[in-house]
């Protein structure tokens, strides 16, 4: 660095925010220097003290600069992080050298494996940050902050060792860290190389130390779980762009919300408004029904704030946000009414046809339906351009995923408010047009029905749940049902089912220690015998021959080429706008392991000729239902893709 008589250096930005360091559009692209190793190595190599001054967030190869100063300066509202293992990556300009020298091995693993970002002010609790600045003048607390250290001998970050010296140590910590989160690292490879570069921190000399995590770096790039990561990255922020609403759209204002049905599903809706201060009139058929409800919200907020999440103070002021009412004429003044009752048609349209009658001129009309027609629940009203459709998934103060349900008649200014909306309650808006299950639940209908019909030929319960686990989803379809219930899933069937059956016999699943599976004490699964005999009688009765079981591969094509193939008739309908959006829908509404980018991404990554020969193959075996569409067919045939374009 040039001295020109300076004391000091500060590295300060203007604008919104401190630098956010690499393009990640750029990743795996070929290079362009200069690099952010090359602009530490500068920092670090300075004779006189730097000083970052970070403001807004300070996330990545910023952070990765500002760990490179001698000191850090902060305003209170900063955030500061390395969230590169969200990209299936790992911080690649010295930021898992120099974090552990700072903040010690198990905190930086912490840091770094979590992604999660850190208040300035838990950051200058940890070291990181060497000094709180005003949040006006960021830069005059900077500069006099500058003046303190000036003369002192300066310190560089590589050059610290007494928070890893004590790693050296207990080598086993790093051991005992896999063992403790083998379970979120299964598929992902970012979080091993991070505990290896962190590894290198402590057992090479700082210099090597960064020849390793470089190393580390460029292997996790060219991945194919971090291709995916990448993708869903950019993915989940496409979703927000549709043709006919733009920047500047009329949005309505939504000061008030009212729900009706204080259910899990309305109670969890309810509590997305609570927590950014809307107000929230909630509507039930009894007191009783109310009450509880009302209660449930109280719990779920008493949990948070025993957990530190919030105060006692904030419960009450959420709960004080809440208007209990036993009549729809409550919900006159409110500005978004979402509906959030038992999936029947009659009881929608009924709801709707009141609240057309009560509703003040101007108020959005919402169902929370999963499957049914949006189009004709608005039928019921005499403003259809005022009804949409916003599919919540459950827990539904948890899951991010909103579907954002467009009728035939839904208004532009509709549309755009729901979009603007789900950002500010912290969803992410995925569109769908009208069709029965819309995206998430549509597709992944086909790989239930799949599951339903392969385990009558042959492969248990565990073996099909064995390859979806495996693949990389939580649970596979029959862990799954166990879970929610077999009376739940099988409540509204007309017909006889191996669910049915399993039913009949009071085997309703883990609560009641058996359902697919037997569950002890512990709720454990084993292969259950009575399940086995149920599955076997139940396809004897349709005439359906076991042929043993099958190839963990063959298994997912069973499963999961269907999915894909649906994907493609959204697409090919205009139901979706997108396949990232279908892959966002399934990667949040589902689970779909995001290190695979979903199934549209991943059929890519399969090939899609591949996929249809497969399709042809078990359309020959069982039926229509293999068919590929069309759109399928077109883009296999000509050397296309989904994604890749």
């Known amino acids: 660095m040039r001295d ?141 902050f500058s003046a303190t250290v000036v003369g002192k001998p300066l310190v560089r970050t590589r050059d610290r060792d007494d928070k890893i010296a004590a790693a050296r140590g207990r080598p086993e910590i790093f051991a005992e860290y896999r063992a403790a989160n083998a379970k979120a690292f299964r598929g992902f490879r970012a979080p091993e190389a991070i505990v290896q570069a962190i590894e290198a921190s402590v057992t090479l000399p700082f210099e090597a130390g960064l020849e390793r995590e470089w190393e580390l770096f460029k292997q996790l790039e060219s991945s194919p779980e971090s291709l995916a990561q990448r993708y869903y990255f950019f993915a989940e922020r496409e979703t927000a762009r549709i043709p006919d609403v733009q920047k500047d759209s009329v949005t309505l204002p939504i000061a008030s919300v009212g729900v009706i049905g204080a259910g899990t599903m309305g109670g969890g809706i309810a509590m997305n408004f609570l927590s950014i201060g809307t107000p929230v009139t909630l509507v039930e058929t009894s007191q009783e029904a109310l009450d509880r409800g009302i ?39 409110v500005d978004l009414v979402i509906e959030a009752v038992f999936e029947e048609m ?42 949409i459709g916003l ?85 596979g379809p029959f862990r799954m049902i166990d879970l929610v219930g077999l009376d739940v899933i099988g409540r509204s069937a007309t017909e006889r089912s191996v669910v049915g059956d399993l ?31 149920v599955i076997a009688d139940f396809a004897v009765s349709r005439g359906i021959e076991a042929h043993g079981g099958l190839p963990a591969e063959a298994i997912l094509e069973r499963l999961l080429f269907p999915v894909v193939n649906e994907g493609a008739k959204l697409i090919e309908e205009g139901i979706a706008l997108r396949a990232s959006d279908i892959d966002v829908a399934a990667i ?43 759109h399928l067919v077109a883009l296999a045939e000509a050397g296309r893709s989904f994604t890749r374009e």
Request: aromatic share 6%; charged share 25%; hydrophobic share 45%.
């Open 295 to 333: 209660a449930v919200i109280r719990r779920n907020y008493d949990a948070s704030a025993r957990k530190g999440r919030m105060s006692t103070d904030e419960v009450e002021r959420r709960m004080a946000l809440i208007t209990p009412a036993l009549t729809i004429d409550a919900l006159a003044d």
């Open 346 to 387: 009659s009881v929608k349209k009924t709801i709707f046809a009141e609240l057309d009658r009560v509703s003040k001129p101007g108020a959005i009309l919402a169902s929370n339906t999963s499957f049914l027609d949006l189009d004709e629940i608005a039928a019921a009203t005499g403003r259809p351009e005022w009804v």
């Open 4 to 144: 020109e008589g300076a004391q000091a250096v500060l590295i300060v930005c203007a604008g919104r925010t401190f630098f956010a360091g690499a393009d990640i559009s750029e990743f795996g692209k070929p290079f362009e220097g200069p690099d952010l190793k090359a602009i530490c190595d500068l920092i670090d190599s300075s004779t006189k003290p730097v000083i970052a001054a970070i403001h807004g967030t300070a996330l990545g190869g910023g952070l990765e600069v500002a760990l490179a100063c001698h000191y850090i300066v902060a305003v209170p509202s900063a955030k500061l992080g390395l969230p590169e293992v969200h990209l299936g990556l790992l911080p690649g300009a010295g930021g898992t050298q120099r974090l552990p020298r700072i903040v010690g091995v198990e905190t930086a693993l912490d840091l770094i494996v979590s992604g999660k970002p850190i208040s300035a002010r838990r950051a200058l609790d940890l070291g990181i940050v060497d000094h709180l600045a005003s949040e006006a003048v960021l830069r005059g607390d900077a500069i006099a």
């Open 588 to 630: 949040l509404g589902y689970n779909w392991p995001v290190y695979t980018g979903g199934p549209m991404f991943w059929a890519d990554s399969v090939g899609l000729p591949h996929i249809v020969e497969t399709l042809r193959r078990l359309e020959a075996e069982h039926g229509a239902a293999f068919a590929p569409c069309d």
């Open 503 to 533: 039913v009949a016999l009071g085997r309703f699943g883990q609560k009641q220690g058996g359902g697919y599976y037997d569950y002890d004490a512990d709720r454990r699964a084993t292969p259950s015998a009575v399940a086995a005999d």
């Open 391 to 475: 599919h919540f998934f459950s827990p539904a103060n948890v899951m991010r995923l909103l579907e954002v349900v467009r009728g035939a008649k839904t208004s532009v200014e509709v549309l755009a408010t729901a979009m603007k909306l789900a950002r500010t309650i912290g969803k992410v808006p995925v569109l769908s047009r009208v069709c029965e299950g819309f995206i998430a639940n549509r597709i992944m209908k086909r790989r239930q029905d799949q599951a339903d019909a392969l385990v009558l030929e042959g492969p248990s319960p565990a073996e099909i749940d064995r390859a979806l686990y495996d693949y990389g989803f939580a649970l």
